[in-house]
């Protein structure tokens, strides 16, 4: 069974919005903590946002602050992004990861994560 799978992506014009989700079949306690990451041709991937299951702590990338919000389904073991207000800079593969805990600034880097999505293209259009 794939651990994450992600679903939502496509292409959007510029000021418009996207809603990304991704469903983990993880045994606890991995699933704890899900983030949304992303990479664009050329570049490193760089974090986007987290959720923590347990308190519901939510950390955001200052680029996407405002605009994007991350949820939780408990239940349902499933992640959303609410991107609105896109821009053509927003334009990555997307990814959903997952680790068991996370504190602080650790929640921000990739290192920590263990499991990860296959991705799903966003496309924003100037």
């Known amino acids: 069974q794939v651990p994450l799978v992600e679903s939502g992506g496509g292409l959007v014009q510029a000021g418009g919005s996207l809603r990304l989700s991704c469903t983990a079949s993880?045994?606890?306690?991995?699933?704890?903590?899900m983030a949304w990451f992303r990479q664009a041709p050329g570049k490193e991937r760089e974090f986007v946002a987290a959720?923590?299951?347990?308190?519901?702590?939510?950390y955001y990338a200052d680029s996407v602050k405002g605009r994007f919000t991350i949820s939780r389904d408990n239940p349902e073991n499933t992640i959303e992004l609410e991107m609105n207000n896109l821009k053509p800079e927003d334009t990555s593969v997307y990814y959903c990861a997952a680790t068991a805990a996370c504190s602080g600034y650790s929640c921000y880097r990739k290192t920590i994560y263990n499991f990860w999505g296959q991705g799903t293209q966003v496309t924003v259009s100037s």
């Open positions: 993880l045994r606890a306690p991995y699933g704890n903590v």
């Open positions: 959720i923590v299951r347990t308190d519901g702590r939510t």
